[in-house]
């Protein structure tokens, strides 16, 4: 459609052709219908690429035309009814915003109507009894007893029409001072939430008092923009808007938002890098999303050797900082998160042999409860024995408790030699024995050992252009503090020993760890590598992580490749072996995903009966609830919604989380329909193993 197709129409004419000119974001433009020259047509083939953004913006000559262009540029469009792809926008004036909130309008009101005449019907007949009319009367034999005879009289008529207008006056009355106090309706677990009001939102913006640092869904392209980002992490859970973005930059700003919010009854969904996988930062009830990336401040403490951290400190980040000072965060997740997202997944990635996991590295934490208190979980002391231990209450916990705003963190020196190995093996039952051999040997210089499978490592091979031999292949990192290579060296020769005993078939030995940092940056790539694994286009990812004891490893990947591959998939398997981790990346088609998802069933099932985790790294979020419960069982997971509504009674923190808390003990816990769909993410997806 060219510009000389367009049909301009002046204010007047519009007001007068049947056609509304109004601003909204067009989510998918394939059926929408607009206005042609001659007036009565509707073009029905204006597309945009799938997911793309117009902006209808009102033009400011006062003319409304027609523009086709893609992407997010300006457009004019008068447009005839409403569809379904369109969302109004606010007023851009801030005060101006929701005008109609607390008008009984749609759905509530023919509600409050129903109600209202049903109320008038018991109402009438209760006073019909009362008043006598059912006394002494004669019923016909064709006459329903219940019926009086003398019914009804002109004062029963008065009464019931009185009884009407009241019951309807009150009705609406009712209605109007729910909608006013700004109640949403029912939640998941059947919490009603307070909806995101002009007065929430000033407290917000006076706590949050930057230009930049609050964006409200409606409130112009740049608002929307951030609004999407973070209707949705790199999974492929469905997306979900929040109704305000907020980007607090201190630990006050944080606790006057909270305590704005739970005055409210509005959900609050913290929020870090955004790179989790399970939709645990997906704001499925709407509200506020508290964007934690600008908080950023570091205190180091070389003598205990601890680093006092806020929240939005990505780990790559913090590292580049202790860098100065010779030392480093041990947990090493591939994704490069954000250090809350770390704390509050317990993702730890790549180097656990040897600086253990994200939890055993927090020393201490700072929290904003649900009503807006700061705790400190316990002082940064090597020793404490003063009851609970709150940090690890914490850790783990996903925004379902409270906003971490500060960690302290154990540091490590900075190590001054590092070697490696990578090593071939016939299958990985003899990879699997070899690294319980590596752990039990108890080497003090082992930092990292990572396995890649058979088509992980092919994977890699295509996508890095490394020249691995395609079998199950262990990688080795040694590390030292000290000047000396002898350390490592030491250690190397003994694992070469151990691995020869247990099947090597290919032991390639490299005495810098520079060599071996191209096969490290391959090993990080194992989840961009299997996206175009099988050069298809449309094709997806599903990945999954769960842990089971070493023990068990060989077992759990083979069984695991074999129902992936039997059912005709790839089987990409990128291991941190050493813990029993692992994660699948699994290639698939969209009209496959029914079938991924019954053979994750399955793998999860696997883990248990191995005495494994449905997770050891990626959290639950929404797309491990079920599975949790299966891992823990009902008396568990109660003792956890216990805690839950002890620390939040109004559920207001990240709702629906890792469980279904119910409004009322024992009321329903199903899981809401929403969290059973899928959609691309919008990036694509990234990786957190």
């Known amino acids: 459609m060219s510009d000389n197709d367009l049909k301009e129409f002046t204010a007047e004419e519009l007001a007068n052709s049947g056609y509304t000119a109004f601003q909204g974001f067009v989510y998918d433009l394939a059926d929408f219908a607009v206005g042609h020259p001659g007036g009565s047509e509707l073009i029905t083939e204006w597309r945009g690429r799938d997911g793309s953004d117009a902006l209808l913006d009102v033009h400011p000559g006062g003319k409304a035309f027609i523009k086709h262009t893609l992407g997010p540029k300006d457009y004019t469009v008068a447009v005839k009814g409403t569809f379904p792809y369109v969302k109004k926008k606010r007023a851009a004036a801030k005060k101006k915003r929701n005008p109609n909130r607390g008008t009984p309008t749609g759905d509530s009101w023919k509600l409050a109507a129903v109600v209202a005449a049903a109320a008038t019907a018991v109402g009438a007949a209760v006073y019909a009894k009362e008043s006598g009319a059912f006394q002494g009367v004669s019923i016909s034999s064709t006459q329903p007893d219940w019926i009086p005879s003398n019914w009804p009289t002109r004062e029963h008529i008065a009464h019931v029409l009185l009884g009407a207008i009241l019951t309807a006056v009150l009705t609406w009355t009712g209605r109007w001072f729910y909608a006013t106090a700004g109640v949403s309706g029912t939640g998941v677990g059947g919490w009603a939430y307070g909806v995101v009001t002009p007065a929430l939102i000033k407290a917000i913006e006076d706590a949050c008092p930057g230009g930049d640092q609050v964006y409200v869904s409606g409130d112009g392209i740049d608002a929307d923009s951030v609004i999407r980002k973070h209707s949705g992490d790199m999974g492929f859970h469905k997306r979900h808007p929040p109704d305000v973005v907020v980007f607090p930059t201190s630990a006050e700003q944080v606790q006057a938002v909270l305590k704005a919010a739970y005055a409210a009854n509005v959900p609050v969904v913290p929020r870090g890098a955004g790179s989790g996988l399970e939709g645990g930062a997906i704001p499925y009830q709407g509200g506020v999303v508290l964007d934690l990336m600008r908080m950023k401040?570091?205190?180091?403490?070389?003598?205990?050797?601890?680093?006092?951290?806020?929240?939005?400190?990505?780990k790559s980040e913090l590292n580049e900082l202790l860098a100065k000072s010779g030392y480093l965060f041990g947990p090493d997740p591939a994704s490069n998160p954000s250090v809350g997202g770390m704390a509050s997944t317990?993702?730890?990635?790549?180097?656990?042999?040897?600086?253990?996991?994200?939890?055993?590295?927090?020393?201490?934490?700072?929290?904003?409860?649900?009503?807006?208190?700061?705790?400190?979980?316990?002082?940064?002391?090597?020793?404490?024995?003063?009851?609970?231990?709150?940090?690890?209450?914490?850790?783990?916990?996903?925004?379902?408790?409270?906003?971490?705003?500060?960690?302290?963190?154990?540091?490590?020196?900075?190590?001054?030699?590092?070697?490696?190995?990578?090593?071939?093996?016939?299958?990985?039952?003899?990879?699997?024995?070899?690294?319980?051999?590596l752990v039990q040997a108890s080497l003090s210089t082992l930092c990292r050992c990572e396995l890649l499978n058979v088509d992980g490592v092919r994977a890699t091979n295509k996508k890095y252009g490394t020249k691995l031999d395609e079998r199950p292949t262990i990688f080795l990192e040694y590390r030292s503090t000290q000047p000396s290579i002898e350390s490592c060296v030491s250690d190397a020769k003994l694992g070469e020993e151990l691995v020869n005993k247990h099947g090597a078939k290919q032991y390639k030995f490299a005495d810098k760890g520079e060599e071996l940092d191209k096969l490290w940056e391959a090993r990080r790539g194992c989840y961009i590598a299997s996206i175009t694994y099988r050069e298809l286009k449309g094709d997806r990812v599903y990945l999954s992580d769960t842990c089971v004891p070493i023990s068990n490893i060989a077992r759990m990947i083979s069984e695991t490749e074999d129902d992936f591959t039997s059912a005709g998939f790839p089987c990409i398997i990128c291991a941190h072996i050493a813990d029993g981790n692992f994660h699948a990346c699994i290639p698939y088609q969209p009209e496959q995903q029914t079938t991924v998802k019954e053979i994750e069933t399955r793998m999860i099932k696997r883990a248990l009966s191995l005495e494994g985790t449905v997770s050891g790294e990626h959290g639950v979020g929404v797309g491990k609830i079920e599975h949790v419960e299966w891992e823990h069982g009902a008396d568990h997971i109660n003792v956890q919604r216990a805690v839950k509504r002890a620390i939040d009674p109004r559920n207001i923190m990240n709702p629906g989380k890792i469980f279904i808390l119910p409004r009322h003990p024992g009321g329903c816990c199903d899981l809401p329909e929403i969290y059973r769909q899928t959609e691309n993410s919008e990036s694509g997806g990234t990786y957190n193993h």
Request: with cysteine; net charge positive.
């Open 346 to 437: 317990r993702g730890s990635g790549l180097s656990t042999v040897m600086y253990g996991t994200t939890a055993e590295n927090v020393v201490s934490l700072k929290v904003v409860t649900p009503e807006g208190k700061l705790v400190q979980t316990r002082r940064r002391v090597r020793k404490s024995a003063t009851g609970y231990d709150l940090t690890q209450l914490f850790v783990g916990s996903e925004g379902t408790l409270g906003v971490i705003v500060e960690l302290t963190l154990k540091v490590q020196r900075v190590p001054k030699v590092r070697c490696g190995a990578f090593i071939g093996f016939a299958n990985l039952r003899d990879a699997a024995t070899a690294t319980i051999a």
């Open 297 to 314: 401040k570091f205190t180091f403490h070389e003598a205990e050797m601890q680093a006092q951290v806020e929240p939005g400190l990505k």
